[in-house]
């Protein structure tokens, strides 16, 4: 694997060599899509730089320049939404509750600091 395919791929970067090796295929697939969709929302990013810079400002550009970014990162995880769901399937129980463990310090911020419930019913 060249590199984390998101937090998912620095997750699975971190598991032993075997579970690294039997995920290597999907975190690639991750990776690939993500390679696709990534310059639409670093290409949005950049024009939100200049919108926040420009003088006179102007605030129909800088509204403009939200909508495209919110639009490529909408894209970005709508993407990937299907190759991380199919990596996730593929760990063992310990390895999800972890990730959620990991996935919870990255976004404290939405945490209420209340330990997760059961699952809900199927």
Known sequence: MNGPAGPIGRFVGDLPSDRREALKGLVDEQRKVQA??????????S???????????????LEATLVKLADAERALRGGTASATSQLVEKLTDPERAGLERMLRRMAAFLDDGREPGPPPPP
Request: glycine share 0%; net charge positive; charged share 30%.
């Open 36 to 45: 696709a969709l990534l310059p639409a929302v670093k290409a949005a990013r």
């Open 47 to 61: 024009d939100l730089a200049y919108a926040l810079r420009a003088s006179p400002f102007e605030r129909a550009k």
